[in-house]
Every structure is written in structure tokens, then in C-alpha cells.
């Protein structure tokens, strides 16, 4: 499985962004993809995981009600819609992908991943 994340940048605090990730090789059909991000010196953290099929979604709690994961099934591309972003949402982001029915929340569960995209808020 190979990802490739795109967007990312730099807003003001209460802007939105937009990040995509496509993924290409081989996939089946009961996995999870999901956003992970990692601010200066602190470890990676889980953001938002979808189960493939079912379009099942689980969020961290710092992000729920704001972030919103999604995807696009003929695309084979997962987005995550990030609204009212705050500046302890910096960080880079990663795209992951995993085969197991379970979508951990611990980074290291996870296989697959993309490259990180810089997400920065500014106050």
C-alpha cells in the first residue's frame, strides 16, 4: 500500500484546511485509513480513522466536532476536513493505512504511511 498526502499550509486561527491522501498498490477491502500528527518535540498522535467499507469513523477528542474524516471510494482517497482550527493544531500530519479490522490508536500499529504535510495555525 503506498500513500500520498497532499494540502496542508498555513491559516489563521478559526480557518479551515483541507487534507487528502491517495493510496495505490495493494488494498483490500476491510482496513481502516487514518490521520495522525506530530507537533515539535511531542509524540504522534491519533487524529481520525474511517473503516473502509462500513464508512465508520472514530476522532480524537481534541479534534471532535471540528475535524471531519471522509472518503472517497473510487478515488481510493481519504480526506480530512479540519475546521476551526486552533494554533495546538500545529503539527505535521500523516496519512496511515492498516489492514486490520481494528483501527488502533497507537501509531505504531500502524504499517502504512504516507509523508507528513506541515499543518500550521497561527492566533
Known amino acids: 500500500v503506498q500513500l500520498q498526502a497532499s494540502g496542508g499550509g498555513m491559516v489563521q486561527a478559526g480557518g479551515s484546511l483541507r487534507l487528502s491522501c491517495a493510496a495505490s498498490?495493494?488494498?483490500?477491502?476491510?482496513?481502516?485509513m487514518g490521520w495522525f500528527r506530530q507537533a515539535p518535540g511531542k509524540e504522534r498522535e491519533f487524529v481520525a480513522a474511517?473503516?473502509?467499507?462500513?464508512?465508520?469513523?472514530g476522532y480524537a477528542d481534541s479534534v471532535t466536532c471540528r475535524f471531519t474524516i471522509s472518503r472517497d471510494s473510487a478515488k481510493n482517497t481519504v480526506f480530512l476536513q479540519m475546521n476551526s482550527l486552533k494554533p495546538e493544531d500545529t503539527a505535521i500530519y500523516f496519512c496511515a493505512a492498516t489492514l486490520s479490522s481494528v483501527a488502533s490508536r497507537k501509531a505504531n500499529e500502524w504499517p502504512y504511511w504516507g509523508q507528513g504535510t506541515q499543518v500550521t495555525v497561527s492566533s
Open positions: 474511517i473503516r473502509w467499507i462500513s464508512g465508520n469513523t
Open positions: 498498490g495493494r488494498t483490500f477491502g476491510n482496513y481502516h
